[in-house]
C-alpha cells in the first residue's frame, strides 16, 4: 500500500468528528471525510452552529473544511475511495435481550462492516473507534471473510480513543499514547505501520503502542474501568467523611501527593457521567459473567452501584435538609450536561439528581450555558414521575434562560456541574431573591473558597465530603428510604 490520501470514518459523533478534524489538520494533504446517515447532523457540521460544543473544535473545523475535511451523507462513494476507514458509530449498552443492561449492542457496527464488504474494493484498513467488546474486531473480521470478492482485501485494526469530552482537541494534539492492535501477521503489522505514519506526524514514536487487536480492544475498557473506580472510591471516602467529620477534599490531597496513588480522578462529586464510564464498567461486568469469572463482575459492578448510591445520597440529603419535603418547592438546578465545557449529558448525574427531586414532588428549574432546552426535556421524558404521569412529570420542569432567573423565588440551589461561571455568581443578590432560609447543595466541590462569605450572607451551605453547618441535622432515615425506592441493578445470568 502507498501513502495513504483518503481517509473515511463512519460516525459523525463525539468522536468521529473531533478526531477526523484533527487528522486533517495535523495531515493536509490527506483528504478526511466523515460520513453519517443523520443528514441533520451533517448539516451541522458544515454550518456555523456545529452539533456537539468541544473548546477549540470550531476553530479547527472551519480551517480545514472544505480543504481537506468534508462532511456527507454519501457513505459508498467515501468507503469506496478511502484507504483507511475508521467506524466511529455507537455502541450503547443493550436494552433487551441476553446481556439487557450490560452488554454492548454492535448493531451498528455490525451494519457499518456489512456496508463496507458490500461497496468497497482494493485493499481497505478498517479501524475501530468505536468502544467495542474484547474480540470485536475478529466478528467484523468473520463479516468479510464471508462476504470475500475477488478484487477486495482487508485489514483489521483497533485503535480506540482515549479523549476526555471538555479537552478532546488537547488530548488529540497532544495524547498520552496513541494504542493501535492488530493481527500479529505479517499483513497485519503492515497495517499497524501504515496507521501509525499518519498519528508520527504530529505524536512521538515513543507514544504509540501496538498490541495484538485483543489487547487494544480490553485496554479501553479498562482504562475506563479504571477512572470510574477511582471516582467511586473517593465518593465512597466522602460519606464517610461527612459522617466523622474529615474533609475529603484534604484526604484526597493527601493520599493524591502519594506518586504511587497520583492526584488525578480524585475529586468528590454527584457521581461520574458521559457516554464511556458506566457503558465500558457494565461491558466489562457482562464479559467477566460470560467468561465465568464472577467475582471480577462483582468487583467491578460495586463500581456501578457506589456511583449510583453517591447520586441517592446526595438528592436525600437534599429532602433532608429542606425539612424532609420538596412536595411544590422550587430548587434552582444549575447545571446540565455532566461535566463543564461539554453539551453532552449522556449518564449525567443531574438526569439522576433531577429523577429523584422529580418523584418527590420538587419544581426544578434547570440552568445550563451549552445543554438546549429541547434535550434537557427530553433526558427528563423518561423520568419515574414522567413514566407515570408524563403531562405531570414535565410540568415540574421549567428551562431558565440564565442562573439568577432560575434561583428567583428558590427554596434551594443544586449545583450538578462544575461550570466556571457558577463561581463567579452575584450570590448577595441570588440571596435576596431567595426563599429563606436558603439553602446551596454543591454537588461539585466548586464554591469552597466561598463557604465564608456566603454563610455571612445567610446561606445554608450543603456541600460533598464535609460538613459544614449543623444548624438542621442530617438524618441517616432519609437515605435509608430512598434506597429502598431505587432497587439494584438486575443482573443477568448466563
Given amino acids: 500500500m502507498g501513502p495513504v490520501k483518503r481517509i473515511c470514518c463512519i460516525g459523525a459523533g463525539y468522536v468521529g468528528g473531533p478526531t477526523c478534524s484533527v487528522i486533517a489538520q495535523m495531515c493536509p494533504e490527506i483528504a478526511v471525510t466523515v460520513v453519517d446517515v443523520n443528514e441533520e447532523r451533517i448539516q451541522a ?8 460544543f468541544e473548546p477549540g473544535l470550531q476553530e479547527v473545523v472551519e480551517a480545514q473544511r472544505g480543504i481537506n475535511l468534508f462532511f456527507s451523507t454519501d457513505i459508498d ?12 458509530v455507537n455502541t450503547p449498552t443493550k436494552t433487551f435481550g441476553l446481556g439487557k443492561g450490560r452488554a454492548a449492542d454492535l448493531k451498528y457496527i ?4 456489512r456496508r463496507i464488504a458490500q461497496v468497497a474494493t482494493g485493499y481497505k484498513i478498517v479501524v475501530e473507534k468505536s468502544t467495542v467488546p474484547v474480540r470485536a ?4 473480521q468473520r463479516i468479510f471473510s464471508a462476504n470475500t470478492k475477488s478484487d477486495l482485501s482487508f485489514q483489521v485494526l483497533s485503535n480506540p480513543e482515549f479523549l476526555a469530552e471538555g479537552t478532546a482537541i488537547s488530548d488529540l494534539k497532544n495524547p498520552d499514547r496513541v494504542l493501535i492492535g492488530g493481527d500479529e501477521t505479517p499483513e497485519g503489522q503492515r497495517a499497524i505501520e501504515t496507521l501509525s505514519s499518519i498519528y508520527v506526524r504530529w505524536v512521538p514514536k515513543t507514544r504509540i503502542i501496538t498490541t495484538n487487536t485483543w489487547s487494544s480492544e480490553l485496554s ?10 477511582r471516582i467511586s472510591s473517593i465518593n465512597s471516602i466522602s460519606a464517610l467523611c461527612e459522617v466523622t467529620g474529615a474533609d475529603v477534599e484534604e484526604v484526597a490531597h493527601a493520599i493524591g501527593t502519594d506518586h504511587r496513588i497520583g492526584n488525578r480522578f480524585l475529586q468528590a462529586s454527584v457521581g461520574f457521567g458521559g457516554s464511556c464510564f458506566q457503558k465500558d464498567v457494565l461491558n466489562l461486568v457482562y464479559l467477566c459473567e460470560a467468561l465465568n469469572l464472577p467475582e471480577v463482575a462483582r468487583y467491578w459492578q460495586q463500581v456501578i452501584e457506589l456511583n449510583e448510591y453517591q447520586r441517592r445520597r446526595f438528592a436525600a ?3 433532608s435538609c429542606l425539612f424532609n419535603t420538596v412536595t411544590d418547592k422550587k430548587i434552582a438546578l444549575l447545571g446540565f450536561a455532566f461535566k463543564k465545557d461539554t453539551g453532552d449529558t449522556r449518564e449525567s448525574s443531574s438526569i439522576h439528581i433531577s429523577k429523584y427531586l422529580m418523584d418527590e414532588g420538587a419544581h426544578l428549574h ?3 450555558p451549552k445543554v438546549k432546552k429541547e434535550q434537557i426535556m427530553q433526558d427528563l421524558s423518561h423520568s419515574t414521575a414522567s413514566a407515570e404521569d408524563p403531562e405531570r412529570g414535565l410540568s415540574l420542569v421549567s428551562i431558565a434562560a440564565d442562573p439568577y432567573e432560575a434561583c428567583d423565588n428558590a ?3 443544586v449545583i450538578c456541574t462544575e461550570w466556571d461561571i457558577f463561581k463567579e455568581l452575584d450570590y448577595e443578590r441570588i440571596y435576596q431573591a431567595m426563599l429563606k432560609p436558603a439553602f446551596i447543595f454543591d454537588g461539585r466541590r466548586i464554591l469552597d473558597s466561598l463557604h465564608g462569605r456566603l454563610q455571612q450572607l445567610g446561606f445554608q451551605v450543603e456541600t460533598i465530603g464535609k460538613r459544614i453547618s449543623q444548624r438542621i441535622p442530617f438524618t441517616a432515615s432519609t437515605i435509608a428510604q430512598l434506597d429502598l425506592q431505587a432497587p439494584p441493578l438486575k443482573k443477568v445470568k448466563i
Fill in 366 to 368: 434547570i440552568y445550563d
Fill in 411 to 413: 427554596h434551594a440551589i
Fill in 110 to 113: 455490525e451494519a457499518c462492516a
Fill in 220 to 229: 479501553k475498557l479498562a482504562a475506563n474501568a479504571f477512572l470510574a473506580q
Fill in 317 to 319: 440529603r437534599i429532602v
Fill in 45 to 52: 457540521w458544515n454550518s456555523d452552529q456545529l452539533p456537539i
Fill in 137 to 140: 474486531a475478529e466478528s467484523i
Fill in 77 to 88: 462513494k467515501a468507503v469506496r475511495e478511502a484507504d483507511i476507514i475508521f467506524i466511529s
